[in-house]
Nanobody
Framework: QVQLVESGGGLMQAGGSLRLSCAAS????????LGWFRQAPGKEREFAAA????????NYADSVKGRFTISRDNAKNTVYLQMNSLKPEDTAVYYC???????????????WGQGTQVTVSS
């Protein structure tokens, strides 16, 4: 099992920045691919960003590309999501996820955190 605990959410004005953190425990962190997903009120959960276990390659949703940066620190068993130029439409609960796969596109996210609320005011 992998336990994931997110932190760093909060209320921010449009144009501001937030950094989310997700601390993992339970299995070798360096072999896990990691992702951030988000769910806005009344909408389906959607993919935001991911980072691979093998070469730290990354992938982003078009809606966040150029504004969000995902990174990982294997020594601290932590994955981060730096969110810049925030928009009201970024308001959502943000979930950290972890899983295994030969590539980012083939990763099956088996483990999920409880989520952290991000609210962006206009």
């Amino acid at each position: 099992q992998v336990q994931l605990v997110e932190s760093g959410g909060g209320l921010m004005q449009a144009g501001g920045s937030l950094r989310l953190s997700c601390a993992a425990s339970g299995r070798p962190f360096s072999r896990l691919s990691l992702g951030w997903f988000r769910q806005a009120p009344g909408k389906e959960r959607e993919f935001a960003a991911a980072i691979s276990w093998s070469d730290s390659s990354t992938n982003y949703a078009d809606s966040v590309k150029g504004r969000f940066t995902i990174s990982r620190d294997n020594a601290k068993n932590t994955v981060y999501l730096q969110m810049n130029s925030l928009k009201p439409e970024d308001t959502a609960v943000y979930y950290c996820a972890a899983g295994y796969g030969a590539s980012l596109l083939r990763t099956v996210y088996t483990y999920w955190g409880q989520g952290t609320q991000v609210t962006v005011s206009s």
